[in-house]
């Protein structure tokens, strides 16, 4: 898979070829598209299924370093809700540069603070859902290339190792497709 066709492959689900369209114009720093809603649609178009079977929420990462507080990012969720409202769909936004702010606190362990959005993309669980679309320039970013997430090998991302969790997430997602191969 080249990220040409990464992109042909993630834009066949019409809620993200939507939302590329109405964030970029919200001029968010450094604002990617990430996550689930579009690794699994990868793995959807794999397993003949609609593009937005099992995608329970589109997530969107941005970095802005300017303003940490919990009002400034809420001010940026309650845009992005509006801008999206009719879409139907859970849209999760999160400014990666405070991220270290409630990591420990939520999931138990301290988190680095991160110097952009594509540290945050750097962190996911499993290697192969390292991947976004950075919405200002229709930039595809893959740390670990698409070889893995293309052939369904699920294998802890060595720079954010976490054993329990990967292998609670790495279930998560095989339960659902269930030709996906966890690597231990």
Not at 21 to 37: W, Y
Not at 72 to 98: C, F, Y
Request: hydrophobic share 45%; charged share 25%.
């Amino acid at each position: 898979m080249t990220p040409t066709d990464f992109l042909r492959c993630t834009m066949a689900n019409p809620t993200n070829a939507a939302l590329l369209g109405r964030l970029a114009a919200l001029a968010l720093p450094q604002c990617h598209l990430t996550a689930g809603c579009l690794f699994q649609t990868v793995w959807n178009a794999r397993s003949s299924r609609e593009p937005r079977w099992g995608i329970k929420d589109y997530d969107v990462f941005y970095f802005d370093e300017r303003d940490l507080s919990f009002e400034a990012e809420d001010a940026v969720i309650r845009a992005v809700a509006r801008a999206v409202e009719d879409l139907g769909v859970t849209v999760e936004v999160r400014n990666q540069a405070r991220v270290h702010l409630w990591y420990e606190h939520r999931f138990g362990s301290p988190y680095p603070q991160l110097v952009s959005a594509r540290d945050g993309i750097d962190r996911f669980l499993v290697a192969c859902t390292c991947v976004g679309l950075e919405l200002a320039t229709g930039a595809v970013y893959a740390p670990d290339g698409f070889d893995d997430l293309e052939a369904g090998i699920l294998r802890m991302n060595s720079r954010h190792a976490r054993p329990e969790r990967f292998a609670e997430k790495a279930a998560q997602y095989r339960a659902r497709w269930p030709w996906l191969t966890i690597v231990p």
